[in-house]
């Protein structure tokens, strides 16, 4: 019987969910080293100001933010180096076109463990105009009003 995959969440970007409208979504493996893959088992990373650029054919994620292992010391690499994406060929050509196309741009969504895997789920994202996000929480305003209500009801 196959095993289910272990997926273990280590870092979320709300932030890109409130700031973009997400279109697409891949998942890419990340080049690491030994002390950051520790550091990520530790729950230290930060993807809220990064960003994904396509460089000669290549993905690279910048403003990645892995806190240096504590007890790593000389082999510990700089927090917010750059780090490189790992995808098929045509994906990233896929990703490319696209970019270059429409005018978008791409945005770490999650970064977790999937079995012993360090993967980072990137998003093609539209920029939300500022009525955008005013509709957006509107809405979560009215849900959260409509749930409210109805759990009082239901109390009586």
């Not at 809220?48 to 690499?77: A, D, T």
């Not at 927090?79 to 790992?86: E, G, M, S, T, Y």
């Amino acid at each position: 019987m196959a095993k289910k995959p272990g997926i273990k969440l280590i870092a979320n970007n709300k932030k890109a969910f409130h700031d973009y409208f997400i279109e697409d979504t891949y998942e890419a493996g990340i080049a690491l080293v030994g002390t950051e893959v520790k550091s990520l088992r530790m729950g230290k990373c930060s993807i809220k100001e990064s960003y994904v650029r396509v460089e000669q054919g290549e993905l690279f994620i910048y403003g990645m933010n892995i806190s240096p292992y504590e007890k790593g010391n000389i082999f510990n690499k700089d927090p917010l180096r750059v780090r490189k994406l790992l995808l098929h060929r045509c994906e990233i050509n896929k990703i490319d076109g696209k970019l270059k196309e429409k005018g978008l741009t791409l945005v770490p969504l999650k970064v977790y463990f999937k079995d012993s895997l360090v993967k980072v789920e990137i998003g093609m994202a539209r920029g939300k105009k500022l009525y955008d996000k005013r509709q957006d929480i509107a809405k979560k305003d009215q849900r959260r009003e409509a749930e409210r209500d109805f759990k009082v009801k239901n109390l009586y």
